[in-house]
T-cell receptor, first 114, second 111 residues
């Protein structure tokens, strides 16, 4: 158990619809990360939070993507007007306490856009 | 832009064989991690290395961090079918920012 829960595990949607993913770390850790991963590739950084502050957002993200962490605990990632290219695994991770950047991932949310 | 290049991208071997996976960059990292991922699951942390030249062992797995902290290797001795999975290296720069991942090495160990 990595102490990170993600919901839903699987989401199938039609192109143009909005989707939202939720990430719940076991406790309020300082840093929480979102990554996107396509089949057979490494995770690609999307954004990360320190407490409720969004410190960095990837330039790869279009304006259709938004993430929040309103109270510094759980986080949501919303994708508006989904496109087929958004189909991927969306991974959330909490950073460990060792200050070496160790990440503990949830099981991911698999998005399929038809 | 920091990049981590892993090689090989795919590796299919027989049970009992040894293998080495490489992770290379032109950038210096303050720390580097190795993760293993199974289909449909998130990556799971195997090890963290922080000192140039550091060697860590985890049962049949040996991890090494390059002297200049730009590269790393993972060596598996006597591979087992249970070692099958996607192996990912990931590095963090000296500014303490985000973790950058390599593209992964897909390992298949056949009985």
């Amino acid at each position: 158990d990595t102490g990170v829960s993600q919901d839903p595990r699987h989401k199938i949607t039609k192109r143009g619809q909005n989707v939202t993913f939720r990430c719940d770390p076991i406790s309020e850790h300082n840093r929480l990360y979102w990554y996107r991963q396509t089949l057979g590739q490494g995770p690609e950084f999307l954004t990360y939070f320190q407490n409720e502050a969004q410190l960095e957002k990837s330039r790869l993200l279009s304006d259709r993507f938004s993430a929040e962490r309103p109270k510094g605990s759980f986080s949501t990632l919303e994708i508006q007007r989904t496109e087929q290219g958004d189909s991927a695994m969306y991974l959330c991770a909490r950073e460990g306490l060792s200050n070496t950047g160790e990440l503990f991932f949830g099981e991911g949310s698999r998005l399929t856009v038809l | 832009t920091q990049l981590l290049e892993q090689s090989p991208q795919f590796l299919s071997i027989q049970e009992g064989e040894n293998l080495t996976v490489y992770c290379n960059s032109s950038s210096v990292f303050s720390s580097l991690q190795w993760y293993r991922q199974e289909p449909g699951e998130g990556p799971v942390l195997l090890v963290t290395v922080v000192t140039g030249g550091e060697v860590k062992k985890l049962k049949r797995l040996t991890f090494q961090f390059g002297d200049a902290r730009k590269d790393s290797s993972l060596h598996i001795t006597a591979a087992q079918p249970g070692d099958t999975g996607l192996y990912l290296c990931a590095g963090r720069n000296n500014q303490g920012g985000k973790l950058i991942f390599g593209q992964g090495t897909e390992l298949s160990v056949k009985p």
